[in-house]
């Protein structure tokens, strides 16, 4: 997956941006007002001057005269007006100059309805009473509040093919939202809506009492036909239901219209593990970036129908009866190792289907072409009892990509097996027979000195041992340059709403590249976390308290200046 990088899904709700920016600067008397606004995505603000020569005004955003499409354009008569998307990096700087004398002031820019204007696939996951229902989609927002569009469901109600959808969705100013879908029939769909990196990606969680669900809202970047936009090796993820996640299985799957080939495709199902030494299917391509792929493992085929986010990378979902798996396909781009630092991530199910959650940082090594070495610390909260381990171990290499390593973990020894999907990125699933299975990837990685300033949204998938319920949290913090947190978590534990006002603290770990994060979640309670850095403003987390099994995502909104 892009971003969040997840077979396994994670979510949560949140607080009002900031809303100010820092004053504005002038020289000899000469001033820009106000000096600072809170414009939100797609409006306009009016700014001025006061003092000054009285020469003709040149105006400018960021150093920009006129402004940009990213951080906002600006009139010669100072008429601001804001993005669609709030810029990477705020507030944005306003310059008035007089010929003589400068000035500025400062804009934050905040979501609004225009931050979802066009194209999107979306994939959702629901339990309601221990029963998955699987959706995935193509809908349209117009920037105003609506949506339409057309679904694919399967589940409890039964199997829904190209449904017309239509619906509304609502983005407050920090990002967090709501987003209905209607598929008449096939029922609706309440979820809680957060955009991250801007707008290129979203989080769905469940929004309606009763029910646990997680998903993803990817922008749609490219169109496929039924020719030759889908060809070559692509790795294949898939899963059960994110929230109790219990057949997993990976591979690399060669397209090459209308046939599928494949071999070595690995299957984790409830810890009975299998290697399939050959895979067979076809696939054909529709309207509306919509398809349809059937995979033959062993004697038993498989029928998925997908929904194109561009041509590298499609979202599937199982339409068999009772069959629960979701799934991604993406261009494998590389079938090597690259040396550096990763971090690995994994949840799922230990040892009598425990949940597990499993992270480890470290570095890897390619010895060769088929060979390496990895020297990790590892985290693991398995069925809420909280461990690491310092450990070296090596892998072996195919050369469709597909890896395998023995790996000492806190809870015992394990295999893995992994897919590189890209440079630095692969797919892993647990191998280790009876152990149980754990889906997540392997990240290269980059390690900043601190984590950047800014507003970031928080999405874990969690479960409590003692009642077996799972759930998911999604918030959204502000984190100051002294890495005090702020803000605001909505938790959905076995389908009962909470909303929390949060604060903390982080600060650098012991391990090179993690950091701590301390959560108070109020009544005395707090959330303790250990977090790696998978990229500037990008970071994976894992709960270390041993109460809960919580493992997630902490993923940049924008950062501040």
């Known amino acids: 997956m892009n971003s969040l990088r997840w077979s396994v899904v994670v979510l949560v709700f949140g607080a009002l941006a900031a809303c100010g920016g820092s004053s504005g ?3 000899g008397g000469f001033s820009v007002l106000p000096a600072s606004a809170s414009v939100p995505a797609g409006a306009s603000q009016q700014f001025s001057t006061t003092g000054g020569s009285g020469g003709m005004l040149t105006w400018s955003v960021n150093g920009v005269t006129g402004g940009s499409a990213g951080t906002g354009t600006i009139t010669g008569s100072g008429l601001y007006t804001a993005p669609s998307v709030p810029p990477t990096t705020q507030p944005v700087t306003i310059t008035a100059s007089d ?5 500025s002031a400062q804009a934050t820019v905040t979501y609004s309805d225009k931050s979802l204007n066009g194209s999107f696939v979306f994939h959702f996951s629901e339990l309601l009473g221990g029963n998955a229902t699987n959706a995935v989609g193509l809908i349209t927002a117009d920037g105003n509040g609506n949506i339409t569009g057309t679904e694919d469901v399967n589940g409890t109600n039964g199997q829904f093919s190209q449904v017309a959808v239509t619906g509304h969705y609502s983005l407050s100013a920090n990002g967090l939202g709501s987003l209905t879908i209607n598929g008449g029939s096939a029922g609706a769909l309440s979820m809680t809506l957060n955009l991250i990196f801007g707008a290129e990606q979203g989080i769905l969680t469940d929004a309606s009492s009763g029910a646990v669900g997680a998903g993803n809202l990817y922008p749609q970047t490219g169109q496929v036909t039924a020719g030759g936009d889908l060809s070559g090796p692509y790795t294949f993820s898939f899963g059960a239901s994110q929230l109790a996640p219990n057949d997993n299985g990976i591979g690399v799957l060669n397209l090459s219209s209308p046939s599928i080939t494949g071999t070595n495709f690995d299957e ?5 593990y299998t290697l399939y030494s050959s895979v067979t299917g076809s696939y054909t391509v529709g309207s509306g970036n919509r398809g349809n792929l059937t995979l033959t493992l062993g004697t038993t085929s498989y029928h998925y129908v997908f929904y194109a986010v561009s041509p590298q990378q499609l979202e599937l979902m199982c339409t068999d009866t009772g069959c629960s798996d979701t799934g991604e396909l993406d261009a494998q781009s590389t079938q090597a190792v690259v040396s550096g630092n990763y971090v690995i991530m994994g949840i799922g199910n230990g040892t009598g ?9 470290g570095s890897v090594t390619s010895t060769s072409g ?4 990895l020297n990790l610390t590892q985290f693991e909260n398995n069925n809420g009892v909280y461990a690491t381990l310092t450990n070296a171990s090596t892998y072996t290499l195919q050369t469709n990509g597909r890896g395998v390593t023995d790996i000492t973990t806190p809870a015992g020894a394990r295999t893995f097996v992994f897919n590189i999907q890209s440079v630095g990125y692969w797919n892993l699933l647990e191998k280790s027979s009876g152990f149980g299975n754990i889906s997540g990837f392997a990240s290269a990685t980059q390690s ?4 950047p300033a800014g507003q970031y949204v928080l999405l874990t998938v969690n479960q409590t041992p003692a009642s077996s319920v799972a759930g998911t949290t999604q918030g959204i913090l502000q984190i100051s340059a002294s890495g005090q947190v702020t803000g605001q978590e909505q938790v959905n534990s076995g389908g009962s709403l909470s909303t929390l006002q949060v604060s903390g603290s982080i600060t650098v770990g012991t391990t090179a590249g993690t950091y701590s994060m301390t959560l108070n979640l109020g009544g005395g309670l707090t959330a303790n976390y250990i977090m790696a850095v998978v990229a500037p403003g990008e970071l994976t987390l894992l709960r270390t308290d041993n109460t809960n099994v919580d493992a997630g995502d902490l993923a940049v909104q924008y950062q501040t200046q």
């Open 370 to 373: 088929t060979n390496g070495s």
């Open 99 to 103: 010929g003589a004398s400068t000035a």
């Open 353 to 361: 289907q425990t949940p597990d959650a499993w992270m480890a940082t």
């Open 268 to 272: 984790n199902n409830g810890g009975a």
């Open 25 to 27: 600067s002038s020289t």
């Open 448 to 451: 900043p000195a601190s984590i």
